[in-house]
């Protein structure tokens, strides 16, 4: 069986696994304004770190979406614990099963990356409200990467591209989106570099998920001022 970076986040039981962790979220949902009324999709949930937090900080209606099963599954399982009425579902992104106009606010974190970035990105325009916020966290190219370099990159993530910050700019308007802006950018190699050592995890020993870590790091560290990141914060 062919073991992914993702499988290797759901083995680990690694939350808040996008750029900046779990204090970014918390700073960006600081300067939205966010109330109990509200619906909110987390799509590309993961854990459920992030929707834990927006339902139990705002008594909004949260929905949590994952492809991967372990995801979802241990999603579910934290917020029975919990006692949260959050809303969980197996589906894909590119697809969702929300009707127009639903959410009032979106957010992904480091999941858009790892679709058909296009159809995503029309799927958030389609369920999001004309007055609603999304909020999406994504990987970036900083430089134009030779083939071999991007393949390499690709390969590992299982990404489908990998956009420059103009590509991605394009791709929301593309999508509908008329207001695009970037409250954070960084490259990989920095982000490494501020997080603190307290935020690292004893993991548990698997030779299988322990290679794949190992190979992300080579990545990282190789590729580290080549690839960067994004909040992009978009509106109709
Ligand atoms: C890097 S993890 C981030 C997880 C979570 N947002 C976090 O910050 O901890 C990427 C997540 O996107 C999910 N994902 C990837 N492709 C997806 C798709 N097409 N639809 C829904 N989720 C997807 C993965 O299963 C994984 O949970």
Redesign the pocket.
């Known amino acids: 069986m062919n073991l992914s970076y ?1 499988d290797a ?2 083995f680990y039981e ?5 750029p900046g962790g779990f204090e970014l979220t918390k700073s960006l949902l600081k300067n939205e304004e966010i109330d109990e009324h509200d619906t909110i999709l ?6 459920g ?2 929707s834990q937090y927006l339902a139990e900080t705002y008594g909004c209606q949260v929905h949590a ?4 099963p372990d ?1 979802v599954k241990q999603a579910r399982k934290r917020f029975q614990q919990v006692d949260l009425p959050v809303h969980v579902y197996m ?4 697809e969702m099963p929300f009707p127009e106009n639903y959410f009032d606010f979106i957010i992904a ?3 858009t990356s ?2 058909s970035i296009q159809k ?1 990105i029309r799927e958030y325009y389609r369920v999001l409200k004309p007055s609603g916020t999304l909020i999406s966290i994504d990987m970036t190219a900083e430089v134009i990467l030779p083939e071999e370099q991007r393949n390499e990159i690709m390969n590992f993530y299982n990404l489908k591209s990998i956009l420059t910050q103009p590509e991605w700019i394009s791709a929301f308007n593309k999508g509908g989106f008329a207001q695009v802006n970037i409250l954070k950018s960084n490259t990989v190699l920095e982000e490494l570099k501020n997080s603190k050592a307290s935020e690292s995890k004893v993991l548990p020993s698997n030779e299988d998920f322990n290679q794949i870590f190992e190979e992300h790091y080579r990545l990282t560290l190789t590729y580290g001022n080549s690839l960067g990141y994004r909040v992009f914060r978009v509106r109709k």
């Open positions: 993702q986040l759901a690694l939350e808040g696994a996008h987390e799509a590309g949930c993961g854990l770190q992030t979406l994952d492809l991967h995801m589906n894909s992104i590119e974190e480091s999941s790892f679709t995503t």
